[in-house]
T-cell receptor, first 114, second 114 residues
Framework: NAGVTQTPKFRVLKTGQSMTLLCAQD?????MYWYRQDPGMGLRLIHY???????AKGEVPDGYNVSRLKKQNFLLGLESAAPSQTSVYFC?????????????FGPGTRLTVT | AQSVSQHNHHVILSEAASLELGCNYS??????LFWYVQYPGQHLQLLLK??????LVKGIKGFEAEFIKSKFSFNLRKPSVQWSDTAEYFC????????????FGQGTELSVKP
């Protein structure tokens, strides 16, 4: 049981390049989330998904797209990277239900855009 | 705007000192409350959570938190900190019925001197 895993761990992009971050969970969780963490700002929700095939915008969705084609995977895409997207990206998952909102986090992806 | 506020950005303590980290939120209605910890270079881990019942919640590693509804607060406490408690601490809130979307505070960096 690996929990939540993220690929890759580190990446450096040039402005304008694209990339996809992969999040995978093996806990059969319904909900999955993408956050970015920036110094002094805590974690901010980018996009989230409440089930396979469904996605929704979070607090800071601009410049990102997501897909949830399989229940266990949640992909975060940057179509045209910008220096403002330099950040640490965390994926999380949780079960559905009003009493089970504990989120389990992945190890993070450190992205630098030059 | 609805938010979560952590008043201390950086706290420095000596070992064996007592710790209290403040957290206030501005949501009305029913909320679920969490404290997460991020040790250097690691991903977020759940310290403790409050869903309902006894407002004094005990978590892992000797941490506890008290939910005071009238003050919209969920402060984290530990009677005697250790060097290994050096980490960043995040308070987070889910408003009931919001699909599991966690709203994080800005984080408090705790440095414990040996």
């Amino acid at each position: 049981n690996a929990g939540v895993t993220q690929t890759p761990k580190f990446r450096v992009l040039k402005t304008g390049q694209s990339m996809t971050l992969l999040c995978a969970q093996d806990m059969n969780h319904e909900y999955m989330y993408w956050y970015r963490q920036d110094p002094g700002m805590g974690l901010r929700l980018i996009h989230y998904s409440v089930g396979e095939g469904t996605t929704a915008k979070g607090e800071v969705p601009d410049g990102y797209n997501v897909s949830r084609l399989k229940k266990q995977n949640f992909l975060l895409g940057l179509e045209s990277a910008a220096p403002s997207q330099t950040s640490v990206y965390f994926c999380a998952s949780s079960t559905s239900g009003s009493t089970s909102y504990e989120q389990y986090f992945g190890p993070g992806t450190r992205l630098t855009v030059t | 705007a609805q938010s979560v506020s952590q008043h201390n950005h950086h706290v420095i303590l000596s070992e064996a000192a007592s710790l209290e980290l403040g957290c206030n939120y501005s949501y009305g209605g029913t909320v679920n409350l969490f404290w997460y910890v991020q040790y250097p270079g690691q991903h977020l881990q759940l310290l403790l959570k409050y869903f309902s019942g006894d407002p004094l919640v005990k978590g892992i590693k000797g941490f506890e938190a008290e939910f005071i509804k009238s003050k919209f607060s969920f402060n984290l406490r530990k009677p005697s900190v250790q060097w290994s408690d050096t980490a960043e601490y995040f308070c987070a809130v889910i408003k009931y019925g919001q699909g599991g979307k966690l709203i994080f505070g800005q984080g408090t960096e705790l440095s414990v001197k040996p």
